[in-house]
Nanobody, 121 residues
Framework: QVQLVESGGGLVQAGDSLRLSCAAS??????YGWFRQASGKEREFVAA????????YYADSVKGRFTLSRDNAKNMVYLRMNSLKPEDTAVYYC????????????????WGQGTQVTVSS
């Protein structure tokens, strides 16, 4: 059974840091993405990583503050979030295996259950 499980969310203050983890099981994936959905808003792209060349891609709103990395041996992906802002408050989702080569695609075949990140001002 293929499964993605996120962890690491929580309640922090503005300016703090968090590291989200995504553990994949059931198969290995080449490409991952992180997304977030704030209350009352649509899900939005946050970051993506591609196995080919290890390239990473970021939404403008998080560029310079968030860093996406992976540990292929552990089948893990990490999203390091620094300088958090109240507007980063959302449920964060890990996703894997996009059918498209577009690194900014919102379409992925596998999704985790999400982890809540709340940033207080």
């Amino acid at each position: 059974q293929v499964q993605l499980v996120e962890s690491g969310g929580g309640l922090v203050q503005a300016g703090d840091s968090l590291r989200l983890s995504c553990a994949a099981s059931g198969r290995t994936f080449s490409n991952y993405g992180w997304f977030r959905q704030a209350s009352g808003k649509e899900r939005e792209f946050v970051a993506a990583i591609r196995r080919s060349g290890g390239r990473t891609y970021y939404a403008d709103s998080v560029k310079g503050r968030f860093t996406l990395s992976r540990d292929n041996a552990k089948n893990m992906v990490y999203l390091r979030m620094n300088s958090l802002k109240p507007e980063d408050t959302a449920v964060y989702y890990c996703a894997a295996d996009p059918p498209s080569s577009d690194p900014y695609t919102l379409r992925y075949n596998y999704w985790g259950q999400g982890t809540q990140v709340t940033v207080s001002s």
